[in-house]
């Protein structure tokens, strides 16, 4: 795992101006990957021989790096270790729980991770998922309303004049673009209801050919083969019994995540040879538990191909997970591009496990064979 972290660190280590923060920078990642309960500016000093936190800070506060050219290098080693033609990028959000009120974005709103409205910042973020393994390439700090109308606390907060509010939508579209720009190999795009209920992001990636299977509220609405609007709900109520197959939707903590699915067609003219459906996702034991999700791709697409990327969506989840063993969530870090530059580096640190992993399913593979 060292080596793995090492040869990460050093595909970025240019990107630091001065050998200090760069040899700090490979320390603060092996010690976010350490057995530590906490993982704060002291324990992680603690861990790399320092008296004093000061240098730990230094890295994440004044030293002279550029987080995003990192990001960008991350990106491109998960992409080299677990590219896969088929892979699944995934939007999600998730919280940070915080005391105060000087941190960057910080502010009583709906924590997924806490699953319900606390002090938090909140993180939007981009996973890339194939058969080799998931991490997550891209990161934004969703910065409210509250914040943006006020510059003054934003330049305490260390948030620039130029950052305006955006919507996590507004996040995920452009962490969306730049993996396209990048050249992400990818097929389908997926995320949870914040996201898919936005007619406005499923045409933006429609325009622009990306495949998306999108949660969707029950009340949601689409356009049918008949030129009508109607409720996802409504379009499945009373499909025939052999409308509904029996799937997994991809292995979980506890065996394959079996449901029943079913699509329907919806919209009369086809585009680029892509289609639309909605698609239905029903309980085994409770025939009353239905999700939603509209999907557009390829028309060769089978159900079970959308059924593949509704379940991938949480890899994410897992995502964020692991990511709590790599001290994703432990920053105490109030200015802006401290937590862009903490969340960077624990995304490397998972980006190193994910190609440990990516390796040794390689080896057990070939062993078999």
């Avoid at 999600?92 to 009583?108: C, H, M, N, P, Y």
């Avoid at 510059?151 to 396209?180: Q, S, Y």
């Avoid at 060769?300 to 001290?327: H, I, N, P, S, Y």
Wanted: hydrophobic content about 40%.
């Amino acid at each position: 795992m060292g080596r793995g972290l090492a040869g990460l660190h050093a595909r970025f280590a240019s990107r630091f101006v001065r050998s200090e923060p760069r040899s700090r920078a490979l320390a603060y990642m092996r010690g976010l990957i350490a057995p530590l309960e906490r993982k704060n500016g002291w324990t992680l000093a603690e861990r790399a021989g320092d008296r004093l936190p000061i240098g730990m800070q230094r890295l994440l506060g004044e030293a002279d790096w550029d987080a995003d050219a990192v990001r960008d290098d991350v990106r491109e080693y998960v992409v080299e270790t677990i590219d896969d033609e088929d892979g699944v990028l995934i939007g999600d959000d998730t919280g940070f729980l915080k005391k105060g009120v000087r941190s960057a974005g910080v502010q009583r709103q709906y924590s997924g991770t806490a699953g319900r409205t606390e002090n938090c910042q909140v993180g939007t973020f981009l996973a890339y998922a194939s058969t080799k393994g998931r991490a997550l390439i891209d990161r934004e700090l969703y910065v409210p309303a509250s914040w943006t109308d006020d510059r003054e606390r934003c330049r305490d907060a260390g948030i620039p004049d130029e950052v305006l509010f955006a919507t996590k939508t507004e996040h995920f579209k452009a962490m969306l673009l730049r993996a396209v720009e990048a050249g992400v190999p990818f097929a389908w795009v997926t995320a949870d209801e914040a996201y898919g209920q936005s007619k406005t992001l499923r045409w933006w990636m429609e325009q622009r050919a990306i495949s998306h299977v999108m949660c969707a509220k029950t009340s949601d609405t689409v356009i049918t083969r008949g030129m009508g609007e109607r409720r996802v709900d409504d379009l499945v109520t009373g499909l025939a019994p052999q409308a509904w197959k029996r799937l997994s939707a991809g292995k979980g903590s506890h065996g394959e995540r079996m449901y029943q699915w079913a699509r329907i067609p919806i919209r009369i003219w086809w585009e680029n040879g892509h289609g639309h459906w909605v698609l239905a996702r029903r309980s085994l034991k409770d025939p009353t538990d239905l999700a939603y999700y509209v999907c557009y791709g390829p028309v060769a697409t089978r159900l079970k191909d959308l059924v593949r990327v509704a379940g991938a969506r949480w890899a994410v989840e897992e995502c964020f997970q692991t990511e709590g063993d790599c001290g994703l969530d432990h920053y105490q870090v109030r200015l802006y591009h401290a937590w862009y530059r903490h969340i960077t580096l624990a995304m490397a640190a998972l980006a190193a496990l994910t190609a440990v992993r990516a390796h040794e399913l390689l080896k057990g593979e070939t062993a078999v064979a």
